[in-house]
């Protein structure tokens, strides 16, 4: 549709068009259009824009006219490298709202469509030779999107299980189309949305929770894949929300050393970011080490002392306590077990084949194959579950490693191979099938280690068999007691009421393994902890000791004797470890273990819940609180209204108890469920393996932090993503989110200038400047790592000519982007400052001698001089006035237009060059900046002899002139840049761009650029000047 077409239709009321003058729009091009091909670019720019939606018009652009580039030149914007700069048109386009009449009369020999604009008419007429459109039924569509998802999987190396939910998620998102089509997030979008938008959103939720309520944290601190030492922080409080204890993330953040005082310095500042109260922490877990929970200098020690005196202790991690029970129970053995666990391991991780034949050989045999795993030696109970899968496939192991024997040793250990076929039922065939596998596995070429690894497990599984089935028995009937322990803590409900009856529970029950019943029945927990575990006389017989009966019964002799000994010596060791570690004496964990519902109706009950208020003194702080809180406990022994103990968690019936009956226990009982018992903050190292590895060494830790945000909070809600963010289109939205997610981008930018103040002040520490500023023909400003970008000369207050060709150092101190104008500012370093004085100083010095050369060579040629008449004198003011009134005019008009223009920049000295401040900013200068003066033309005068009384005037009117010709020198530098911008204009102006298919043209505003033939008509004029002087 032509422009005159268009604006012919929106004269109908009904035609749904609407005519738009002026439309101001922003384009970019790609430097391929300079050199005169600006016009073509912004052509292919407005044609593609033909039939399409336009947002800032809210309409179907149609047509185009009287385009105009009111602009002098494009500029850049951050790093891209294209051109930017503003146009405006007039345009015709098509617009409806609902309600909107439409009409369209019908054409001839045509179907008639009514309410339809031309434009429009392609797509709702369809020709009658038009073939039908091939029917696809639902199977069939179904099998490609089911192909499509499958393709999507394997090209993102995604498992099978993330099937069903990338299916959930689509349908989920496919409810909202118009949604869906405007989503757009690519790779750092998704990065600063996550921890900008919805990290912050959840995390500034979790805050606001955590300072109106009672929490404890867990705190531990582990080395990504990356080699970033990362410190995590849990969260656990009592959410009155979903009323139940939840587990959320509070923070991650990178530290270089790990010590007490940087963890403690960092914790601080953590709790000042939030703005987190310490009078609302009740404990905080971390593992036993020294650097944080050094009875001196230990973090806990320093939170205590400096932070929160009310902090309890409920002493370490008892899960790590029981792990070391465990290595120390093991101990005296001498890693006999170990070491056969870990050449198993390492001889199937490196073999496919052998792998491959031991699982036939399971199949054989009806066991169970499990790949060979190894223990890890930090979590000593792990060595539990590998000795139970090794005692297991224990006959699978004898058969596969009978291959490797000598002839000789294969003929005295034949009768174990039988043994085994006689205990599985073995048929001949598959004997004979097992024979073969065996006989192709003794010709396996193996290395030098290999061998030796091979040699070692033979030892054990032939050799000394008995042995090592002995020992392994022992490790899987002992370690359960521990095990069983560290599953219980490790459940993610609260357990800290059972935490003190368990830690008394284990240590009983371990010791009468081996310490006679009569010494350990009716024993307090103070004499259980100090109960003499080496002491024989407290030992039960020999013949009655746990699993002695096992060993006299499988070996013999010496070697029986001696294992006797080794696991009295282990059981010895390892109580003493448990009664070391475990606080079975703890007076709070006592008392906690009270507000255990089974626990009611006893006199012990009410004189623990009593102790609570003075060994946790945050919580109730007024006497008169503490005092009612007395009376509702005494009251709530005997209430015969509470709630039933079932089946339900101690959290859910502390929930049912009427709060409102009673307020100050029930906020006691749930600030203490709060407590964390376990490691619960080792799962959320698990993910940071996961999320932070070497394919995603950049990822910062603020991002890690943020992913673990969502996690947990998903993993608190109980729900899955698709369930935590289901709505209905018209369904109440969350307007913090929304709000977050809009503005994650300012946040983004906001945090990147905080880094690189920081980074600045790091280098200022250390003399490094960080910008150069070269030549005084342009400003280099390194704005990015790879680009140097130039801005023009701004106007100093001194001749920038003074500096020419010199180098500044100029330190960057801020760089930012409003309102579509970047803008640099900074300073000059002294260096900078003093060549600049020292230029401009010597630049005046050498100016001053030219102006008394000048005057001197005046003096010598005085007589032969023309009087300057009064006519003349008065036009020469004149002039030198409205020269300084223009000047100053221009002057104003840029600092007006700032906001519409190319780079330039402006140093501000205060009227002289000692400043130290250099601001560079974006600039326009105003349509009326380019236009030029016309110079007056000069008319001869008569020439008259000067008398002597008028020499002193003569000398002032010579020191006008020198000024006059500073001015001059000026204004033809301003000149030469505006005739350089009109030429570009030119060249657009010839470019072709007028008389486009769609009746569009671009025009340059007259007033905008001078011709180039006035330059020419001054030139001429100013060479016949001279020619009448000579």
């Known amino acids: ?350 073999s496919a084949d052998k792998r491959e034949a031991l699982q036939l050989i399971c199949e054989a045999l009806g066991i169970k194959y499990t790949t060979p795993e190894g223990y890890v030696s930090h979590r000593w109970l792990s060595v539990y579950d590998v000795s139970l899968d090794t005692e297991r496939m224990w006959d699978a192991y004898v058969v596969f490693y009978f291959s490797f024997l000598t002839k000789k040793d294969g003929a005295i250990y034949s009768d174990c191979i039988f043994e085994v076929f006689k205990k599985c039922n073995i048929a001949n065939s598959t004997k004979e099938a097992i024979g073969k596998l065996q006989k192709k596995l003794g010709q396996k070429k193996m290395t030098k280690d290999g061998q030796a690894r091979t040699n070692r497990i033979i030892q054990k599984l032939f050799y000394t068999a008995k042995k090592t089935k002995v020992l392994l028995h022992i490790y899987t009937a002992v370690l359960p007691l521990l095990k069983k322990y560290v599953m219980l803590f490790q459940m993610n409900q609260p357990m800290i009421h059972l935490l003190n009856d368990k830690q008394t529970e284990l240590l009983t029950n371990f010791m009468s393994l081996f310490i006679k019943p009569e010494v350990l029945k009716d024993i307090s927990s103070a004499r259980l902890v100090q ?12 013949s009655s000791v746990f699993l002695v009966r096992y060993i006299n019964s499988n070996l013999q002799g010496a070697i029986a004797r001696d294992m006797v000994l080794t696991l009295k010596k282990a059981y010895a060791k390892c109580g003493k470890c448990l009664q070391t570690k475990m606080p079975v004496n703890n007076g709070l964990l006592k008392s906690i273990s009270a507000i255990d519902p089974r626990c009611l109706g006893h006199t012990i009950t009410v004189r623990h819940l009593l102790k609570l208020s003075k060994l946790i003194p945050n919580v109730l702080k007024d006497e008169s609180a503490k005092e009612r809180y007395d009376l509702e406990v005494r009251m709530f022994v005997v209430d015969k209204h509470t709630p039933v103990i079932g089946d339900t968690d101690i959290v859910t019936w502390w929930a049912n108890v009427d709060s409102s009956k009673y307020p100050h226990l029930t906020r006691m009982v749930f600030s203490v469920l709060s407590c964390f018992h376990g490691p619960a903050v080792e799962s959320n190292f698990s993910l940071m393996q996961q999320v932070m590895n070497t394919n995603t060494a950049t990822l910062e830790v603020e991002s890690l932090s943020a992913v673990q945000t969502v996690k947990y909070e998903l993993k608190s809600s109980g729900k899955s993503a698709l369930e935590y963010f289901d709505r209905g289109i018209h369904d109440p939205i969350n307007p913090h989110l929304c709000r977050n997610m809009r503005a994650a981008y300012r946040h983004y930018q906001e945090h990147k200038d905080s880094k690189k103040e920081k980074k600045e002040d790091r280098l200022n520490e250390l003399g490094i400047c960080t910008v150069n500023k070269v030549s005084a023909d342009h400003l280099g400003c390194l704005i990015h790592k790879v680009i140097n970008m130039s801005v023009p000369v701004p106007e100093w207050t001194f001749d920038p000519n003074q500096v020419k060709g010199q180098e500044m150092i100029c330190k960057v101190t801020k760089v930012e982007y409003k309102k579509g104008v970047l803008g640099i500012y900074g300073e000059l370093t002294e260096d900078s400052l003093a060549t600049i004085q020292e230029r401009f100083a010597a630049s005046e010095e050498m100016k001053h001698e030219e102006d008394e050369m000048d005057i001197s060579q005046n003096n010598n040629t005085i007589d032969q001089s023309a009087k300057m008449t009064e006519k003349k004198r008065e036009k020469r003011k004149k002039k030198f006035s409205e020269d300084i009134e223009y000047q100053e005019e221009s002057l104003s008009n840029t600092s007006q237009n700032q906001n519409d223009s190319l780079f330039t920049s402006s140093l501000s000295l205060d009227e002289t060059p000692n400043s130290q401040n250099l601001e560079m900013q974006t600039s326009d200068r105003d349509n009326s900046n380019m236009k030029v003066k016309k110079k007056k033309k000069r008319k001869r005068e008569d020439v ?87």
């Not at 971390?286 to 320093?302: Q, Y």
């Not at 109960?531 to 006389?537: A, F, W």
């Not at 009384?949 to 009117?957: G, K, P």
């Open 1 to 350: 549709m032509k422009f005159s077409e268009g604006n012919k239709l929106a004269q109908d009321p009904l035609s749904g068009c609407v005519v738009i003058r002026e439309h101001v729009q922003h384009m970019w091009l790609p430097p391929r259009y300079l050199n005169g091909r600006i016009g073509s670019g912004v052509k292919e720019l407005l044609e593609r824009q033909i039939g399409k939606y336009n947002e800032s018009l809210d309409g179907i652009h149609l047509a185009y006219s009287k385009v105009k580039v009111i602009q002098r030149a494009s500029f850049l914007l951050y790093d891209s490298v294209d051109m930017h700069f503003d146009v405006h048109y007039d345009v015709v386009i098509f617009r409806v709202y609902p309600g909107t009449l439409l009409k369209k009369p019908p054409e001839a020999n045509q179907s008639t469509t009514y309410g339809i604009n031309p434009i429009f008419k392609k797509s709702v007429e369809k020709p009658k030779s038009t073939l039908p459109e091939p029917k696809v039924s639902i199977a069939d569509r179904v099998s490609i999107a089911e192909a499509k998802v499958l393709a999507f999987a394997a090209e993102k190396s995604m498992t099978f299980s993330d099937i069903p939910a990338i299916i959930a998620l689509s349908k989920s998102l496919a409810k909202d189309k118009v949604a869906l089509d405007t989503i757009h997030m690519d790779r750092t979008t998704a990065s600063y949305k996550m921890t900008h938008g919805l990290g912050k959103t959840l995390k500034e939720e979790l805050i606001e929770e955590l300072q109106n309520t009672f929490f404890s944290l867990n705190i531990d601190e582990c080395t990504s894949k990356t080699n970033i030492r990362v410190v995590a922080v849990l969260a656990s409080y009592y959410s009155r929300r979903e009323c139940k204890v939840v587990v959320k993330h509070l923070s991650s953040f990178s530290i270089i050393k790990v010590d007490s005082e940087s963890l403690y310095s960092a914790l601080v500042n953590m709790f000042e970011e939030y703005k987190l109260p310490w009078g609302n922490l009740i404990s905080v877990l971390m593992d036993s080490c020294n650097v944080m929970r050094g009875s001196k200098t230990g973090l806990e020690t320093r939170i205590r002392n400096n932070k929160a005196p009310h902090l309890i202790d409920i002493d370490g991690d008892s899960c790590h306590h029981a792990h070391n029970a465990a290595k120390s129970f093991c101990e005296p053995f001498e890693k006999y077990v170990e070491y056969l666990l870990t050449s198993l391991f390492n001889d199937f991780k490196w």
């Open 944 to 1030: 008259d002899e000067i008398r002597d009384d008028e020499e002193a005037e003569t000398l002032n009117l010579l020191d006008q002139d020198l000024l006059v010709k500073d001015e001059k020198r000026k204004k033809k530098r301003r000149k030469r840049e505006r005739r350089d911008v009109s030429e570009d204009v030119e060249d657009l102006n010839d470019s072709g761009i007028n008389g486009s298919s769609s009746d569009g043209h671009i025009e340059n505003d007259d007033a905008l650029y001078n011709d180039s033939s006035d330059g020419r008509k001054k030139k001429h004029k100013k060479k016949k000047r001279k020619i009448a002087n000579d």
């Open 531 to 542: 109960l003499e575990v080496y002491d024989d006389r407290n030992y039960l017989p020999e």
